[in-house]
C-alpha cells in the first residue's frame, strides 16, 4: 500500500557575521576559556548584530534551502518557524519570513518547544503533508538567543547563540516500509512539571518584559539523557530499526557531554555522530538543522542515508525524528 512520505529534498542554514569566542567572554564575565571547554566543549558561538532579528537569520537560512533543493519560493505552501526569540509578541516570525520571501499565498505560523522546536516542527509538518494539507513545507529553527542571556549569570551566559537553519520538505509516494525516503516516524513529549528547571523569567502575562533564561543545569544534565532515549527507543521500536542501521545521529547541541552520555547509553558509535555545538554553542531551535547542514555540506549525509535527530528542551519537551535522506 502505498503512502505519503515527507522527503527531505534541501537544507540550508545561516549564522551571523560576529564570532563570540570563549575568550571574548572573559572580558565581560567570570569564567575562563578551559572551564567552557570542560564543561560544555563549547569554543566559540555567534552573535546577531544590533538590527539583525530572528527572521533576517530564518529568511537567509530559508533562502539557501531553497536553492539547495532547486526550488522557488512560490512553490512553498506551508512555513513552520521553530523559534522561543521571535521579532515581535505577535505576529509570527514565520509571517514575516513569508513576507520577505515574497510569497502571499498558503500558511506560515510559529511552533514554540524551545530547543525541541525543531523536532516538533518537522513532526508537525510530517502530519500535514501526510493528510494532504501541504505539498513542499519550508520548515525553519531560528533564534537570536544571546538576547534573552543575563551576562551576569556565567553559568548560562556562555552556552548560547545566535543562527538559524531551515530543510524543504515535499510530499512523494513511499511503500510504507523503512527503505522508504523521507520522515519513517516521530516521537514528541512535553511534561511541564519541570518548568523551574528551564525557563525565562518574563513574558508579556506576567512581567511585560523579556526576561532572561534561568537554568538549574544539574538538573537538566540529569533528565536529560533518560529523556532522550525513551523517544530514541520509541522510534527503534517503531521501525524496527536499531542503532546499527543508523548512518548518522545528529542530536540537539546543548553540551558535548549529554551528546556523548546519549550515544554511548544507545550504543551509537561515536564515528556516526555529528557534533557542532563546539562552533556554534547551543542555539535551541536552530541547532539541529544547523548541524544537519554542517554535515551535508560536507559529504557526510548523502541521499539514502538513515539520519536520526532528537531534542530536549524548557518545558520539559523532547522528541526524536527517524527519517531517510
Known amino acids: 500500500m502505498s503512502v505519503l512520505r515527507s522527503v527531505v529534498v534541501g537544507s540550508g542554514s545561516y549564522l551571523p557575521k560576529k564570532v563570540v569566542t570563549n575568550d571574548d567572554l572573559t572580558k565581560v564575565v567570570d569564567t575562563s576559556d578551559e572551564w567552557i571547554r570542560q564543561r560544555t566543549g563549547i569554543e566559540q558561538r555567534y552573535n546577531a548584530e544590533e538590527g539583525e ?3 533576517h537569520l530564518g ?4 533562502l539557501d534551502a531553497l536553492e539547495n533543493a ?21 505576529p509570527a516570525t514565520s509571517v514575516a519570513i513569508q513576507n520577505m520571501l515574497g510569497i502571499h499565498h498558503g500558511v506560515a505560523f510559529d511552533l514554540q518547544a524551545v530547543c525541541s522546536g525543531f523536532v516538533f516542527a518537522l513532526t508537525t509538518a510530517d502530519l500535514y503533508i501526510r493528510c494532504g494539507k501541504a505539498k513542499n513545507v519550508l520548515v525553519i529553527g531560528a533564534e537570536t538567543f544571546s538576547r534573552l542571556l543575563d551576562l551576569n549569570d556565567r553559568t548560562t551566559c556562555v552556552l548560547f547563540g ?57 538538573e537538566v544534565f540529569k533528565h536529560a539523557v533518560g529523556m532522550i532515549t525513551d523517544v530514541i527507543t520509541d522510534a527503534f521500536d517503531a521501525t524496527g530499526m536499531t542503532a546499527e542501521d543508523l548512518d548518522w545521529f545528529v542530536p540537539h547541541q546543548a553540551n558535548k557531554r549529554i551528546i556523548d552520555s546519549s550515544a554511548k547509553k544507545l550504543h551509537i558509535a561515536p564515528e556516526k555522530v555529528v557534533t557542532t555545538v563546539n562552533l556554534h554553542g547551543n542555539t535551541s531551535a536552530a541547532s539541529i538543522p544547523l548541524a544537519l547542514n554542517v554535515a551535508v555540506n560536507d559529504g557526510r549525509i548523502k541521499k539514502g542515508d538513515v539520519v536520526l535527530l532528537e531534542a530536549m528542551g524548557g518545558g520539559f519537551t523532547w522528541g526524536s525524528v527517524l527519517l531517510r535522506w
Open 70 to 90: 532547486g526550488m522557488d519560493a512560490q512553490d512553498i505552501d506551508l512555513i513552520i518557524c521553530a523559534t522561543t526569540t521571535p521579532d515581535n509578541t505577535f
Open 162 to 218: 545566535d543562527g538559524a537553519g531551515a530543510v524543504v520538505l515535499t510530499a512523494e509516494e513511499g511503500t510504507g516500509d523503512v527503505s522508504d525516503r523521507g520522515i519513517l516516524t516521530s516521537h514528541i513529549r512535553s511534561d511541564g512539571r519541570h518548568k523551574e528547571k528551564l525557563f525565562v523569567d518574563g513574558g508579556p502575562s506576567t512581567t511585560q518584559t523579556t526576561g532572561y533564561l534561568r537554568m538549574q543545569g544539574k
Open 53 to 55: 532579528y530572528t527572521s
Open 59 to 62: 529568511y537567509n537560512a530559508a
